[in-house]
Nanobody, 124 residues
Framework: QVQLKESGGGLVQAAGSLRLSCAASGLTFSSYAMGWFRQAPGKEREFVAGISRSGGLTYYGDSVKGRFTISRETAKNTVYLQMNSLKPEDTAVYYC?????????????????WGQGTQVTVSS
């Protein structure tokens, strides 16, 4: 079955950087657009970034534009989220998700599979 496994979360000081990885298995990776979402306690799940099947199109939530970069490596069935200039408000559980749509979307309901999440905590 489809499995998405996130890694790379942790505790970092404000202005620091982290790189999240999401390893996919059980699917034809190149047939799925991929997305990163996050959810802080008491808040709704929020779209962070998305990347199309080919990797040629990327999308970002307004709160992370210019700071985060999404990329994918087909040979490793992996999608990455490079997070720079981190802020305390970036603290959340970060989830990787896969959608059969060509271009990644911000709609939570469009995604077919989700990972378990990885915690990112940014201290001030």
């Amino acid at each position: 079955q489809v499995q998405l496994k996130e890694s790379g979360g942790g505790l970092v000081q404000a202005a620091g950087s982290l790189r999240l990885s999401c390893a996919a298995s059980g699917l034809t990776f190149s047939s799925y657009a991929m997305g990163w979402f996050r959810q802080a306690p008491g808040k709704e799940r929020e779209f962070v970034a998305g990347i199309s099947r080919s990797g040629g199109l990327t999308y970002y939530g307004d709160s992370v534009k210019g700071r985060f970069t999404i990329s994918r490596e087909t040979a490793k069935n992996t999608v990455y989220l490079q997070m720079n200039s981190l802020k305390p408000e970036d603290t959340a559980v970060y989830y990787c998700a896969a959608t059969s749509e060509y271009s990644a979307t911000s709609r939570v309901g469009a995604y077919d599979a989700w990972g378990q999440g990885t915690q990112v905590t940014v201290s001030s």
